[in-house]
């Protein structure tokens, strides 16, 4: 496949040349024309190789390649050379186009068409010019003597160069990745080589160039990043040598502390053993000394007593030892006696010649463990610092979970962490709570099965194998809130608003509420929230709505833990005024239906009974109150009544007399059925008045408008749509709806009722 603008654009080269024989007659204007194609030829071709240099120089300028400038300098020669040929070929075409016309005109004769005459003419006419041209071209050959046949031989070479550069590269080979020319793809050597545009590929590698160069811009930024994260490496590196070389110092500052230490008790100990050791030498040569005195005492008087001349008293104190004690001697003679018995008694005792201690000490084996374990210890990691325990972030909890997050500022090593919590409890024995431990890798970690908007008191320590740092201090973390229930028997509209009521639902207070609104439409899009409103710090919200329209209204509690989930939606319907019956004001004879609007009373004949009453309710009159209805603008509600049954129904302030009758008092305004002998009875009663009016029609279905801003309170016979009776009374208060019954019988009241038209005064 190739492109059709190789061939059929203004710019295509001539891929076939024509050739002398074969091609048929062409006259002399058909030669003028193709001179002057080859002249518009010339001129485009100068055009294209002002526009290649334009865009090789904006090309070298975009990517730097000022390297391959002769590329760009050959490409641009090449363009001259194609500008040079063009040239050339229409003087040649010229000389061709009068060859072809000399054949033309033979062909002409030979064949013998029509225009005989013409064509003769036309014939000697082309012989003249031949003959003049023969004869200019005599008279150069004449001039040039023998230089005519070689002139003639090199140009015939020159044009056959000439016209293979007549066509320049148009194509692209994407196989040999080479500009190449349409004539060598259709019958060169690139025939079965795939081809594309050369504007194409010119824009392929661009994109390529530009890849290129974006994968290198990706390269050089994440070498940077590479850079700076070494240079961290680097920083980090010298900070913990300096740490270790610090915990060296200290290390061996406490095993030379203690090897000073073993020293000193060493030295203490030999020294006293010293001293033992002399105190003892010196005992016993005190007492060789003694025991040496002695002798020598002894050995001086016996050598006196044996020089004795006497002899005969010599053997007496010999003999004195079997002498009894009783005998009397002379006093020479005692003490002779006392001698001899001493030196006796001395020769018994044993004298002890060995020392008391020797002369050598122990030897003593200093302990090098506690040394050896400071010096193990150096290479050792410290127990990490105490963690510091972040504040609970906004919207990090739910209902059941805790997000705790903490960190570690100093470069301890940590192993693991231990997490602590327990509830927070106001009560006096709030310290025997359980508390729960988490051993977790992080600094972060998420705890499950806990108890909606609850406080939960959190610390951690962290740990290593040298041991565990001291827990942090101590933070609170809130769960969500539960969802919040929809008091769904309260909750009141009208055709633009809404009053929900709810409860919280959780046992400790909320910040606040969110009240979110879908708006249903034909089973499209009922989960997008229309509206949410934010920040409402009660459990009820009034809404402003669309008229005739269907929501699905949800609501939310909000604490610092996040916000809860959404609580079961209630339906409302824009298409008129709901309210519910308030259940404290009824009377204890009145009974509220299932269905929650429809009243009755039995049989009874004193309604002041022994019932309990409740401060809110009724005592003499049977009756009930209905919500406040705390909207602007009308609103409609119709009351299905008995045609025998005496009743009451209308509106009244908050606070009218509990122990009075509706109508009898300047806070209620009604209508009043009685049945009478003679009829029925209607009135309308307000502060006990009422106007003279005549029903003929008794109403089974009584329609009640209450319009706020025209100040008015109507009454419809709904079944006929007649106009009853209207009080006209500037209301300075919202009002409730009420309803009372005479005798027993039954009211049913319906709500969300589209004002019909024909209530309009």
């Known amino acids: ?137 005599s008279r150069e050959g004449l001039s040039s003597g023998g230089m005519s046949d070689e002139w003639n031989s090199q140009a015939v070479g020159e044009e056959e160069e000439e016209e293979e550069e007549e066509e320049a590269a148009n194509v692209f080979c994407s196989t040999c990745k080479i500009p190449i020319r349409a004539f060598d793809k259709l019958f060169g050597e690139h025939k079965d080589h795939e081809v594309a545009q050369l504007s194409s590929a010119v824009e392929s590698e661009k994109e390529e160039i530009h890849k290129n160069m974006c994968k290198l811009e990706e390269q050089i930024a994440q070498m940077e990043n590479v850079a700076s994260h070494l240079e961290e490496i680097f920083l980090t590196v010298e900070e913990n040598f300096a740490r270790q070389e610090q915990n060296f110092e200290v290390h061996y500052n406490d095993a030379v502390q203690v090897l000073a230490q073993k020293y000193e008790e060493q030295l203490e100990a030999l020294g006293e053993e010293k001293r033992q050791k002399l105190e003892a030498l010196y005992e016993q040569l005190v007492s060789s000394g003694k025991h040496l005195d002695t002798c020598k ?18 053997m007496k104190v010999k003999s004195f030892n079997c002498i009894s004690n009783t005998m009397v001697l002379p006093i020479r003679n005692m003490f002779f006696f006392l001698l001899n018995y001493r030196l006796q008694e001395f020769l018994k005792q044993e004298v002890d010649l060995e020392l008391s201690t020797l ?98 008191e959190f610390w951690v320590s962290a740990l290593n194998t040298s041991g565990i740092s001291p827990p942090s201090e101590r933070a609170v973390y809130v769960t969500a809130p539960s969802p919040p229930i929809i008091k769904t028997k309260k909750v009141q509209s009208c055709e633009n608003a809404a009053l929900v009521c709810w409860e919280s639902g959780n046992i400790n207070p909320v910040d606040s509420y969110t009240v979110e609104l879908y708006k249903l439409t034909d089973g499209e899009n009922d989960d997008i929230i229309t509206e949410s409103i934010v920040g409402i710090p009660n459990c009820e919200v009034l809404i402003h709505l ?104 209308g509106v009244a302030f908050e606070n009218t007399p509990r122990h009075g009758h509706l109508g009898a008092n300047n806070s209620s305004w009604c209508m009043r059925h009685i049945i009478t002998p003679s009829r029925h009875k209607y009135e309308f009663l307000h502060s006990g008045m009422t106007a003279d009016i005549r029903i003929t029609v008794p109403p089974r ?48 009241i319906h709500t969300g009722i589209t004002t019909p038209p024909w209530t309009a005064l």
């Open 1 to 137: 496949f190739y492109h059709m603008d190789l061939y059929g654009s203004k710019e295509r080269f001539d891929i076939f040349p024509e050739e002398l024989s074969g091609q048929g007659e062409r006259s002399l204007a058909d030669t003028r024309r193709e001179s002057a194609l080859s002249s518009e030829k010339v001129r485009h071709s100068q055009e294209v190789g002002y526009d290649l240099e334009k865009e090789v120089a904006e090309l070298a300028k975009m990517y730097g390649l000022d390297e391959d400038r002769e590329k760009e300098l050959e490409l641009l020669g090449r363009v001259e050379s194609t500008q040079k040929a063009g040239s050339q070929g229409s003087i040649y075409n010229v000389s061709k186009s009068s060859s072809s016309v000399k054949d033309q005109s033979q062909s002409t004769k030979q064949q013998g068409l029509p225009g005989e005459a013409s064509q003769d003419e036309a014939q000697s006419k082309a012989r003249a010019d031949d003959e003049a041209q023969s004869s200019i071209w």
């Open 297 to 314: 005492e002894l050995t001086d008087k016996t050598h006196e007593l044996f020089l004795e001349n006497d002899k005969a008293e010599f």
């Open 359 to 456: 002369p050598d000490f122990e030897e003593r084996v200093i302990d090098f463990s506690e040394v050896e374990q400071l010096m193990n210890s150096i290479n050792t990691i410290p127990a990490p610092c105490a963690p510091v325990i972040n504040h609970q972030a906004p919207n990090a909890a739910t209902g059941t979970s805790l997000r705790v997050c903490w960190g570690l500022f100093s470069d301890d090593t940590v192993e693991s962490y231990k997490l602590c919590y327990k509830p927070v409890s106001n009560e006096r024995h709030s310290d025997e709570q359980a508390e729960h431990t988490i051993k977790v890798k992080e600094t972060y970690c998420t705890i499950t099965n806990l108890l909606p908007n609850t406080q939960y």
């Open 546 to 649: 669309q008229p005739t329209q269907r929501y699905h209204i949800c609501v939310r509690a909000q604490n610092l833990g996040g916000c809860s989930e959404r609580s079961e939606p209630v339906l409302i319907h824009t298409t008129g005024t709901c309210f519910y019956l308030n259940e404290d004001t009824a009377h204890p004879l009145l009974a509220i239906l299932d269905d929650g609007f429809t009243i009755s009373c039995d049989e009874l004949e004193n309604p002041e009974c022994d019932l309990p009453v409740y401060d809110n309710s009724f005592t003499r009159c049977i009756a009930i109150l209905a919500s406040l209805i705390p909207f602007p603008g009308r609103h409609y509600w119709e009351v299905e009544v008995e045609e025998d049954t005496e009743y009451r129904t």
């Open 701 to 748: 279905r009584i329609g009640i408008l209450l319009d706020y801003e025209n100040c008015r309170l109507s009454f419809f016979n709904a079944e006929i749509a007649q106009h009853l009776y209207t009080f006209n009374s500037r209301f300075q208060h919202y009002v409730h709806p009420c309803f009372a019954l005479e005798t027993p019988g039954i009211l049913r």
